[in-house]
């Protein structure tokens, strides 16, 4: 059993940045495909990045080159630095972890999920 625990979110103004960490318990942290998704107030969740167990990474449309996902394997630990921050940005960011090493843009791929971490933008 894994678990995450997501910290760093909070209300920024636009243009401004905030690091997300998600800290994973467990010792195959390395091996897992880690990933950002989130979900804005009456819309769906979506995926927003991902890191393979290689370091690859992926990225929505929506934040690429603003978003940078990042992985730290001695610390069990999963960053997503946002900058340029825009008030669609708004949403609950849930950090998640996948067996399979290479995750996906599915949440159906996923089979570890955090609780959740508020990130706030005003316009």
């Known amino acids: 059993q894994v678990q995450l625990v997501e910290s760093g979110g909070g209300l920024v103004q636009a243009g401004a940045s905030l690091r997300l960490s998600c800290a994973a318990s467990?010792?195959?942290?390395?091996?897992?495909?880690m990933g950002w998704f989130r979900q804005a107030p009456g819309k769906e969740r979506e995926f927003v990045a991902r890191?393979?167990?290689?370091?690859?990474?992926y990225y929505a449309d929506s934040v690429k080159g603003r978003f940078t996902i990042s992985r730290d394997n001695a610390k069990n630990t999963v960053y997503l630095q946002m900058n340029s921050l825009r008030p669609e940005d708004t949403a609950a960011y849930y950090c998640?972890?996948?067996?399979?090493?290479?995750?996906?843009?599915?949440?159906?791929?996923?089979?570890?999920w955090g609780q959740g971490t508020q990130v706030t933008v005003s316009s």
């Open positions: 890191i393979t167990d290689r370091g690859y990474t």
């Open positions: 998640v972890a996948a067996r399979n090493s290479y995750g996906s843009r599915s949440m159906n791929d996923y089979d570890y």
């Open positions: 467990g010792r195959s942290f390395s091996s897992y495909a």
